[in-house]
């Protein structure tokens, strides 16, 4: 089984920055891709990043394209979303997702397998 914990969420003004972090227990870490998915207030959750298990490969959602770079830590067990300029409708609940094993990439949320609890981004203007 695998836990996955976010951190790094909080209130920041247009144009700051913030860089969230997913720490996840078991073994499996360095087999399962890893994502990044938000949900703001009223709409449904979407898909914002991906990286693969090596890292060497990663996709974005266009409205991020440029301003939040996803990476990972496989002897930390960690994946991290560094986002900069940030805008009002980047305002959402940010949730950690693990791939199902084997999975090389993907922006599907039925191709993850475990998901974290969230943490919220609030971007006042």
């Known amino acids: 089984q695998v836990q996955l914990v976010e951190s790094g969420g909080g209130l920041v003004q247009v144009g700051g920055s913030l860089r969230l972090s997913c720490t996840a227990s078991?073994?499996?870490?360095?087999?399962?891709?890893m994502d990044w998915f938000r949900q703001a207030p009223g709409k449904e959750r979407e898909f914002v990043a991906a990286?693969?298990?090596?890292?060497?490969?990663?996709q974005y959602v266009d409205s991020v394209k440029g301003r939040f770079t996803i990476s990972r830590d496989n002897v930390k067990n960690t994946v991290y979303l560094q986002m900069n300029s940030l805008k009002p409708e980047d305002t959402a609940v940010y949730y950690c997702?693990?791939?199902?094993?084997?999975?090389?990439?993907?922006?599907?949320?039925?191709?993850?397998?475990?998901w974290g609890k969230g943490t919220l981004v609030t971007v006042s203007s």
């Open positions: 997702a693990a791939g199902k094993v084997n999975i090389l990439l993907s922006s599907m949320h039925y191709a993850m397998e475990h």
């Open positions: 990286i693969s298990r090596s890292g060497i490969n990663t």
């Open positions: 078991g073994r499996t870490f360095s087999s399962r891709a």
